[in-house]
């Protein structure tokens, strides 16, 4: 009853508006070169399109609802003769402001070409956007979406401004592609599809919602009116003398590394149907590799006390295997059909696939006993356009998203038609053979985690421009969620003769869930264009229906573990429904014709990832005999609140030369009602975990950027980032971390480092080079070391992040050869190497050192052969550091 409720709301709200966030505009004046008055009637054009405006009465005119892009415009009128302005660059949500000077025909100079140049200060921006267009990216060493992400000012590894990870949107082609699961993004287009990306991490509008820190836009390419293509292939490998660290990359295996993609436009019946396709496959074996000493079934024992009793079971074939490998294919496809009437439908459909391993310490030497990770993806969007004139336009849209993960090391326990589970698991006593610090001689990880969200998601769009001040965004969006979600333990038991066996869902090893939450948002937005002020207002509802059950009083639940969902009254209620209110306000004032100043402030909420609202609904709760410092499962909470984030921010643009220009920002944010974990005892013995809102934060930082235009064969862009980010914790997961360490589980008074506090950062791009010929550039990235806590036998010996890991810097270069063929057809080549000097970048470390290739550990008094391995090689982490140096070789053609 409620989804027809809430589709009718929906259906009767046309009058309101979302922008999706993927077109731009373009304004501007049109004046008689001689007298300088304003010339009223005329025609605006952009070349290749029907879209085009015409000036008014005051010479103004305006173009709406322009995919990302660089356009040629042409203005035309009786009495005048023509102008044309090539390369006008227009970004989503932004306005390009082009400028007419038309000479009167009686002046005999035929048309007039001209060619824009993009403004260094873009005197609309009220907060800070990145954007990267196609043309960027093909000059720069970037692989892909995150890649571009983590280059912008004020992103450290994903995390925007301070805040954790999950509090960052990702949108493709505007529609959300997070995973309410988790939270985090599940699919990201190809960098060969990509017209432009937007990085938002200041105060974003209010048509943006459900993030805390940030939202990246990736906005795929149009189909075009003319065939156009391009073919591209690479291959390559990780390359390292530092065997010891990493082997088996003493030299570059090409088929270790590959990858295909393409791409195809072009009209299909004219005009009237036109279509973009593409397409990439990525192999990459990675940069550590285990050594197939032992299987799974291998057993083994160890005697600490006399080695010599000790039996090590190893049946491996000694093989190299890749412990940190991925395959990655996406497919893409997008069509244009014009309905008539200025109408436009398309539709846009999108398939990724990515197979991939996280590199297990304890497994290295029994590889196959792992698990592995399973993303499957698929995206499908209906977008309707109808245009009611120059000043106004609506789009209705629908999508589809849905996320299959599944994690595991044997796929399908159960083969079809046969009852029996897969043979190959083992005893989980396999993985207690040989003790502490040694490498697992066998075992295998019996868990099967699944889980695959679903969400439908319909939307009105309407952008009015009612005057040449105002233009007016309104909007509403319903969105249906369906999570499924199971997980289970292979069970290998004595009882059974060791022989797998499933357990029955809802048995304490089987949970299993399926819940139907479900959004409603609205909001109304207003952009004021003056010529000495620009100011963008606006106001945001979130209404959030959890669908969930929660604990009345999670400290009385006895006897609750011997019941079987659901759950009678006395121990669960249904979880209310939230609902909050969000203003933002931005406002841009030009301090001159070659600078503005920015201010900006918003509210911005985000309701907790599924994964913490649902987790555990069987309300299983372990124990461990009389353990005091055990800790059993997480119970979730589907009542949760909001994460709410209060942000503020001001900024400085001010162009240097027509092609060098500065922009400073200083921002702040208070961060509350984060996620965190409440310690409580059930039968006054047992401990467990449930989630509440408590942690919180507090931001403050500034940046630095300074461009330089490709311009005369060189171009560069420096970003420096000065931040402090501190809260209560860093992890929701704290208390629990701390009550099964014996610690004392009270939250801490003040604020400290968050993991992710990196004080400087410094981000260089330097660009050589004509386009179209040959471009030469590199990428340099240098940071403070992220904070750490420090120990001694696990016990601290210091506060909370109270010291710092080493500095890291990185150099990437890519060179590419453009040679033309015919027409428009060309080949390139091209080489890419990251990490060029090799450099060993100490991500994680020792807590007891400080550093990543040492520990005071392998100075005890302990054996020095451990299992299968010594001391030394078991305290090798090659995951403590940065990917090793990458060698890449390829060459593309287009058309």
């Known amino acids: 009853m409620w989804r027809l409720a809430f589709i009718a709301l929906f259906l009767s709200l046309p009058f309101f508006a979302a922008h999706s966030g993927t077109t731009g505009k373009i304004a501007g004046k049109v004046t008689d070169a001689q007298s300088k008055e304003a010339i009223p009637s005329v025609n605006i054009i952009i ?116 805040g954790r990870s999950g509090e960052v949107k990702y949108l493709v082609d505007g529609v959300s592609v997070n995973d309410v699961f988790s939270g985090e993004s599940s ?50 490998g990780y390359f390292s003398s530092r065997s010891t660290l990493f082997p088996n990359i003493d030299r570059v295996d090409p088929s270790s590394l590959y990858n295909f993609q393409g791409s195809l436009s072009g009209p299909l019946v004219g005009n009237a149907l036109r279509f973009f396709v593409s397409g990439k496959y990525l192999y990459d074996a990675g940069y550590i590799y285990g050594k197939r000493v032992f299987n799974p079934k291998d057993s083994s024992y160890f005697n600490g006390n006399d080695p010599s009793q000790s039996y090590i079971g190893a049946t491996g074939d ?124 066998g075992g295998t990880q019996n868990w099967h985690f699944n889980h695959t969200s679903t969400t439908l998601t319909g939307k009105i769009d309407f952008t009015a421009q009612i005057s040449p001040v105002h233009q007016i965004k309104a909007g509403a969006e319903v969105k249906l969620d369906h999570l499924q979600y199971d997980d289970y333990q292979i069970l290998v038991l004595p009882q ?34 003056l010529d000495y002020l620009v100011v963008n207002v606006g106001l945001r509802y979130d209404y959030f229906q959890p669908d969930g059950l929660v604990l009345i009083n999670p400290d009385d639940i006895a006897g609750l573990d011997t019941l079987a969902p659901p759950f009678p009254g006395q121990f669960v209620r249904k979880a209310t429904a939230k609902q909050q209110v969000s203003p933002r306000v931005g406002i841009s004032y030009p301090i001159s014709d070659r600078g503005a100043v920015h201010l900006s402030y918003g509210h ?175 990428i340099g990235r240098a940071g403070s070391g992220l904070p750490y806590t420090p120990s001694l036998s696990d016990q601290r010996t210091g506060l909370e992040n109270s010291d710092n890991r080493p500095g890291y810097y990185n150099v990437d270069i890519y060179m590419t050869k453009y040679f033309t063929l015919f027409g428009n057809a060309r080949v390139s080549v091209f080489v890419k190497v990251y990490n060029l000097f090799d450099t060993a970048n100490e991500l994680n470390v020792f807590t007891d050192t400080g550093r990543a290739g040492y520990t005071l550990a392998l100075t005890q008094q302990l054996p020095a052969v451990r299992g299968a391995n010594t001391l030394a090689e078991y305290y090798t982490r090659p995951d403590y550091f940065s990917a090793p140096r990458q060698i890449i070789v390829g060459a593309s053609f287009s058309f």
Request: no cysteine; net charge negative; charged share 20%.
């Open 187 to 236: 699919m990201e287009a190809e960098i060969n599809s990509i017209a432009e990306i937007q990085v938002l991490s200041g105060t974003f509008n209010a048509e943006y919602g459900e993030a805390l820190s940030g939202v990246v836009n990736q906005i795929t390419k149009v189909a075009s009116d003319h065939y156009t293509g391009e073919v591209s292939a690479y291959t390559g």
């Open 318 to 441: 000694g093989k190299y295997v890749p412990m940190n490998d991925s395959k990655r294919y996406t497919i893409q496809g997008k069509f244009s059909v014009d309905v008539g009437g200025g109408k436009d439908l398309v539709l846009n459909g999108m398939y990724q696939n990515h197979d991939y391993r996280t590199y297990d310490h304890q497994f290295r030497l029994n590889p196959d006993g792992d698990y592995t990770y399973h993303l499957r993806s698929y995206l499908g969007s209906a977008n309707y356009t109808a245009v009611f004139s120059d000043a106004a336009f609506m789009e209705v849209s629908g999508s589809f998203f849905r996320t299959g993960y599944r994690q595991y090391v044997y796929p399908d326990p159960i083969d079809p038609g046969d009852p029996v589970v897969d043979p190959r698991y083992v005893d989980p006593a396999r993985m207690r053979d040989v003790g502490a610090n040694a490498f697992l001689s």
């Open 47 to 162: 070349g290749g399109t029907t879209m085009g405006g015409a000036s008014d009465i005051d010479g103004e005119y305006f173009i709406l609802n322009i995919p990302p892009g660089t356009y040629q415009l042409k203005a035309s009128a009786i009495g005048y003769s023509p102008v044309v302005i090539a390369a006008v660059s227009v970004t989503a949500d932004q306005t390009t402001r082009v400028q007419f000077t038309l000479q009167p025909q009686s002046v005999e100079i035929g048309e007039v070409a001209v060619t824009a140049t993009r403004p260094i200060v873009q005197k609309d921006l009220t907060s800070t956007v990145a954007s990267v267009g196609s043309d960027q990216l093909s000059k720069l060493p970037l692989e892909d979406v995150s890649a571009v992400v983590n280059l912008q000012a004020g992103v450290v590894e994903g995390h925007f401004r301070g």
């Open 496 to 529: 059974n003769n060791f022989q797998p066996v499933m357990p029955n869902p809802g048995d304490f090893d089987f949970n299993i869930y399926n819940n139907h939450p479900h959004k409603l948002s609205g909001y109304i937005q207003d952009k004021i264009e």
């Open 604 to 778: 911005f909420f985000q309701i907790p990832d599924y994964d913490v609202l649902y987790k555990n609904p069987n309300e299983r709760i372990s124990s461990l005999g009389n353990n005091p410092n055990f800790v059993g499962n997480v119970i979730g909470n589907a009542d949760l609140q909001p994460q709410s984030t209060t942000m503020y921010e001001i900024g400085l643009q001010q162009e240097l030369t027509p092609t060098m220009g500065v922009t400073v920002t200083g921002y702040y944010k208070d961060i509350r009602n984060l996620l965190a974990l409440q310690i409580h005892l059930k039968d006054n013995s047992v401990k467990f975990g449930e989630y509440i809102n408590q942690d919180y934060g507090a931001v403050q930082g500034f940046t630095f950027s300074l461009e330089k235009r490709l311009t005369n064969g060189f171009g560069a862009n420096l970003d420096y980032t000065f931040q402090v980010a501190k809260g209560n914790a860093s992890d929701p997961n704290d208390a629990y971390n701390k009550a099964s360490a014996a610690q004392p589980i009270a939250p801490n008074k003040e604020l400290v480092p968050l993991d992710w506090d990196r004080r400087h950062s410094l981000n260089v791009t330097l660009t050589f080079g004509t386009p179209d010929d040959f471009i030469a550039s590199a």
